[in-house]
Structure formats: C-alpha cells, structure tokens
C-alpha cells in the first residue's frame, strides 16, 4: 500500500518561512497528481496546492497564491511546499495526498499520513 511521510513543520513567526516534504512509496508521484491539504480543528480541510504528475503544472488556493510554491524531486519520490511570508491563519496540519488522476482536477484521494502541524504566531 502507497503511503506518504510528511515532514518539515514547526513554530514559525509571522513572516518566516517553511519548507514541508512529503515523502511517496511505491513511485507513487509517477502516477498521481500530489495534493497538499491543511486541516484546523473543528474545521474542514482545505486543499492549499496541487502539482501534476506528468507535466509538473500547479494549482494554488487563493490565500496562499504568491506566498507558497510547490515542487517535486522525482529522485527522492519527495514533494515540497515551499511556505514564505507565513500568517497566523496559515496554522494548521499539514497533510499530503495523491490527486484521483495524475492531473490537478481539484479531486484527491483521502489517505493520510501522520501530518506535519505549522503554527505560525508571535
């Protein structure tokens, strides 16, 4: 079974920076889009950023459009979001997932690993 080891968050100030990895088995980012997801509790999760498999085209939810940069390394079977300029809204845990296709269609695949949390605050 494919899974996904995310890694990379932590405590950050308002404006710092992260850069969170996810970590595919299985060469799974060969055959699906990659999805990074965030979820606060008792809210629902919000897909932050999308990037394809084949073409490496991507996708970025408004509020975090200019800030955030996603990547992947096929070397390492590894995708990063690459997280600048953070804001207290953008606490939250951190999860990857395989897209339904290897396209960003806005579809994903609900398999999540551990998560990784960002907490951005002074």
């Known amino acids: 079974q494919a899974q996904f080891v995310e890694s990379g968050g932590g405590l950050v100030q308002p404006g710092g920076s992260l850069r969170l990895s996810c970590t595919a088995s299985?060469?799974?980012?060969?055959?699906?889009?990659t999805v990074w997801v965030r979820q606060v509790p008792g809210k629902e999760r919000e897909a932050v950023s999308c990037i394809s498999s084949d073409d490496d085209s991507t996708t970025y939810t408004s509020s975090v459009k200019g800030r955030f940069t996603i990547s992947r390394d096929d070397a390492k079977n590894t995708v990063y979001l690459q997280m600048n300029s953070l804001k207290p809204e953008d606490t939250a845990v951190y999860y990857c997932?395989?897209?339904?296709?290897?396209?960003?269609?806005?579809?994903?695949?609900?398999?999540w690993g551990q998560g990784t949390p960002v907490t951005v605050s002074s």
């Open positions: 299985a060469n799974t980012l060969g055959h699906h889009a």
């Open positions: 997932a395989p897209g339904s296709t290897w396209a960003c269609d806005g579809n994903y695949i609900e398999m």
